[in-house]
Structures are given as structure tokens and as C-alpha cells.
């Protein structure tokens, strides 16, 4: 019963070249969620739509967009990987941006060549 | 490829005995508190919270206790198993803040058998 997917588990791009990971949620939950998270290190959001608002954080790079065509569906998108880039990348659903507990997919892990 | 991250806490209990993670956290204004369990290559996985007013909740095995004069977060996990075993991030969430979440930096818990 899976209820945040994220495909693919494993992506491989080169320097450079755009990707693009997907999730989706089987919850009807407001609010989605984009974190990097590097080795040993705790998730770091990168921004969340409410709905169909986008709310992009401070601090993350331009390099990283995303789109959500529907409830269902977050896309990130990195249009120049970077090594530096190299990492997890985990989408995460609430219900609500109130106090709302944020439910995890199992993430992607992207390497960078 | 990804940066070096940095060194996790980490503590090492037998099987069967109880452990205790501790989480400092920083938001004198945080009224929501969330423990995630995140094993190896996959997301974190919800584990319990609580919210500030509340000193101490329960669930199945485990407790979270909170102490807001010293903002002081912990987890008790009662006669831990290796499956147990895993990263444990605490989180914080602010009210005006919305539904951002804060992670402290995590503690690896290694279970002895």
C-alpha cells in the first residue's frame, strides 16, 4: 500500500545533462514536498507547492525547478547536474501546512558521473 | 560525487535493552516535534510526535519525551531489536512557520545481538 512513490529509486545522469525525478502520492494531500538529503546529513528542503502555489526556499540553487501538473504528481527537475548534485532526493506529502505530519517517500538516489 | 558529510552520533545498545535519543532543538517558538526513522537507502519513516503542550506521549514501544524549559527533545525505544536499527532524526516545526519542518542532526542507533 504504497502511499508516496518515487521513481526511479536509482538515476544515473552525466554532468550536465537535465533530469528529472518524479513522485506521487496516493494520500489527496495538499501539500508536496522536495528535500536533498547528502550522506550523513539531515534532509534539506528545497521548496513545496500547497496545492498549485509554489513556495521556493531562500537558499535553493536555480539549478532545481519543479512541477506539479496535478494533486497527484511532483516533479523535480535539475537542468544541470552538478557532482555536487549527487545525492537523495526525497519527496515528502502533508495534508495541510498546518502542523500536519509529513509522510516520506523511499527517494531517489541520484549519481552524478 | 556527493560531499562528505559529517559524522553522525552514534549509539550502540544490546538487543533487548532500552535506549535514549536526545535532541536539542533550537526554536524556543517550535510547538510541534516529529522523530523519524530512517534506515539505509530508504525515506524516514514516521515514528511519533508531539505537540508543546504535552510533556510526554506514547506509543508501541516507544516515548517521546519533551522538555520545553531546556528545549530538550528525546526518544525511548523499550527493548530494542535489531531492526531498530537505524538513523533517528528529530524535527520541529514552528507555528508561524507553517508546516516546515526542522531536522536536528540525527543519531545512528546500532543494535547489538
Known amino acids: 500500500d504504497a502511499m508516496v512513490i518515487q521513481n526511479p529509486r536509482y538515476q544515473v545522469t552525466q554532468f550536465g545533462k537535465p533530469v528529472t525525478l518524479s513522485c506521487s502520492q496516493t494520500l489527496n494531500h495538499n501539500v508536496m514536498y522536495w528535500y536533498q538529503q547528502k550522506s550523513s546529513q539531515a534532509p534539506k528542503l528545497l521548496f513545496h507547492?500547497?496545492?498549485?502555489?509554489?513556495?521556493n526556499e531562500a537558499d535553493t540553487p536555480d539549478n532545481f525547478q519543479s512541477r506539479r501538473p496535478n494533486t497527484s504528481f511532483c516533479f523535480l527537475d535539475i537542468r544541470s547536474p552538478g557532482l555536487g548534485d549527487a545525492a537523495m532526493y526525497l519527496c515528502?506529502?502533508?495534508?495541510?501546512?498546518?502542523?500536519?505530519?509529513?509522510?516520506f517517500g523511499p527517494g531517489t538516489r541520484l549519481l552524478v558521473l | 560525487g556527493e560531499s562528505v558529510g559529517l559524522h553522525l552520533p552514534t549509539l550502540s545498545v544490546q538487543e533487548g535493552d532500552n535506549s535514549i535519543i536526545n535532541c536539542a532543538y533550537s526554536?524556543?517558538?517550535?510547538?510541534?516535534f516529529i522523530w523519524y526513522k530512517q534506515e539505509s537507502g530508504k525515506g524516514p519513516q514516521f515514528i511519533i510526535d508531539?505537540?508543546?503542550?504535552?510533556d510526554k506521549r506514547q506509543g508501541q514501544r516507544v516515548t517521546v519525551l519533551l522538555n520545553k524549559t531546556v528545549k530538550h527533545l528525546s526518544l525511548q525505544i523499550a527493548a530494542t531489536q535489531p531492526g531498530d536499527s537505524a538513523v533517528y532524526f528529530c524535527?520541529?516545526?514552528?507555528?508561524?512557520?507553517?508546516?516546515?519542518?526542522?531536522f536536528g542532526g540525527g543519531t545512528r542507533l546500532m543494535v547489538k545481538p
Open positions: 524535527a520541529e516545526n514552528t507555528n508561524n512557520a507553517g508546516n516546515m519542518l526542522t
Open positions: 507547492y500547497y496545492d498549485k502555489d509554489f513556495n
Open positions: 515528502a506529502t502533508s495534508r495541510d501546512r498546518v502542523q500536519e505530519t509529513q509522510y
Open positions: 526554536n524556543s517558538a517550535s510547538d510541534y
Open positions: 508531539i505537540r508543546s503542550n504535552m
